[in-house]
T-cell receptor, first 116, second 114 residues
Framework: GAVVSQHPSRVICKSGTSVKIECRSL??????MFWYRQFPKQSLMLMAT?????????EQGVEKDKFLINHASLTLSTLTVTSAHPEDSSFYIC????????????FGPGTRLTVT | AQSVTQLDSQVPVFEEAPVELRCNYS??????LFWYVQYPNQGLQLLLK??????LVKGINGFEAEFNKSQTSFHLRKPSVHISDTAEYFC????????????FGTGTSLTVIP
């Protein structure tokens, strides 16, 4: 149980275009989803926290107009990187937490974004 | 906010030798503690977690960790490593009753040498 999927696993886009990454909880309802960014050989950096039906809460330094997060249902959250630039190239990981005790997050397999 | 320190960025160890990966955190409040493993180009897989109770926690793949409240540590151990244990390991902390945010350490790259 507690499986989280991400789509796509890899995406290459041209500079200036937008790309959407989906995060789905497959067998549970995710009341809260988190989006992380990971640079090579570094730790995960929390970008934002989203609760179903509410606006996402962004961490300091993360541009909310550039990284659009939508958590429209209890099983789906999306991250849209708008007007992508090469410096946005990174590994993006989502995680989800269910209605149960607040202490556990289930992580997706990640999406490798390359902006050319 | 929490600060999570993984002192060893890289740990090389010979196959079948024991290993300890260190994790210290800063908070004085009650916490939940986690260890995750990440293989190249993959997401995080939970190895084990401490929520309450016994301070010695056993996880998957033969790993265990011990919670030491006085030293604010949660070191990960395995008595005999395998080649397949080569991966990146992350310690994470969540504060009880203060939301769901996880604070991650910087990671330890474990390399098992044949």
């Amino acid at each position: 149980g507690a499986v989280v999927s991400q789509h796509p696993s890899r995406v290459i886009c041209k500079s200036g275009t937008s790309v959407k990454i989906e995060c789905r909880s497959l067998d549970f309802q995710a009341t809260t989803m988190f989006w992380y960014r990971q640079f090579p050989k570094q730790s995960l950096m929390l970008m934002a926290t989203s609760n179903e039906g509410s606006k996402a809460t962004y961490e300091q330094g993360v541009e909310k107009d550039k990284f659009l997060i939508n958590h429209a249902s209890l099983t789906l959250s999306t991250l849209t990187v708008t007007s992508a630039h090469p410096e946005d190239s990174s590994f993006y990981i989502c995680s989800a937490a269910d209605r149960g005790p607040v202490y556990e997050q289930y992580f997706g397999p990640g999406t490798r974004l390359t902006v050319t | 906010a929490q600060s999570v320190t993984q002192l060893d960025s890289q740990v090389p160890v010979f196959e079948e030798a024991p290993v300890e990966l260190r994790c210290n955190y800063s908070s004085s409040v009650s916490v939940y503690l986690f260890w995750y493993v990440q293989y190249p180009n993959q997401g995080l897989q939970l190895l084990l977690k401490y929520l309450s109770g016994s301070t010695l926690v056993k996880g998957i793949n033969g790993f265990e960790a011990e919670f030491n409240k006085s030293q604010t540590s949660f070191h990960l151990r395995k008595p005999s490593v395998h080649i397949s244990d080569t991966a990146e390991y992350f310690c994470a902390v969540s504060e009880k009753g203060i939301g769901r945010q996880f604070y991650f350490g910087t990671g330890t790259s474990l390399t098992v040498i044949p």
